[in-house]
């Protein structure tokens, strides 16, 4: 599986932005679904995941309420709606992908494909 993060930009404080994760290569259908981040001179950190079958959702405790992340296997991607963006939410977001698991979703080790990463920036 090949992925493509796409979407990321300058924001200010409060604003918005939706990322979206284009999968080549396979179907994503039988794939989990992650999104990681990375700020400077910080580790890589869990955002959101999504099960392969769509019916469950994980987030990190700092983006709960305020991101959601969705997918659309038909069109073979993945999506990060951001809403209320915080400075703090300045990194480099990657998405990533497993084959369908069970837990351990916010677990790096546990992705097998990723994306390049897209940069969000937030003003403050």
């Known amino acids: 599986v090949q992925l493509q993060a796409s979407g990321g930009g300058l924001v200010q404080a409060g604003g918005s932005l939706r990322l979206s994760c284009a999968a080549s290569g396979r179907t994503i259908s039988d794939y989990d679904m992650g999104w990681f981040r990375q700020a400077p001179g910080k580790e890589r950190e869990f955002v959101a995941a999504?099960?392969?079958?769509?019916?469950?959702?994980y987030y990190a405790g700092s983006v709960k309420g305020r991101f959601t992340i969705s997918r659309d296997n038909a069109k073979t991607a993945a999506y990060l709606q951001m809403n209320n963006l915080k400075p703090e939410d300045t990194a480099v977001y990657y998405c990533?992908?497993?084959?369908?698991?069970?837990?351990?979703?916010?677990?790096?080790?546990?992705?097998?494909?990723w994306g390049q990463g897209t940069l969000v920036t937030v003003s403050s």
């Open positions: 990533a992908a497993r084959y369908r698991r069970t837990g351990d979703y916010g677990l790096s080790l546990f992705y097998n494909y």
């Open positions: 999504i099960r392969w079958s769509g019916g469950n959702t």
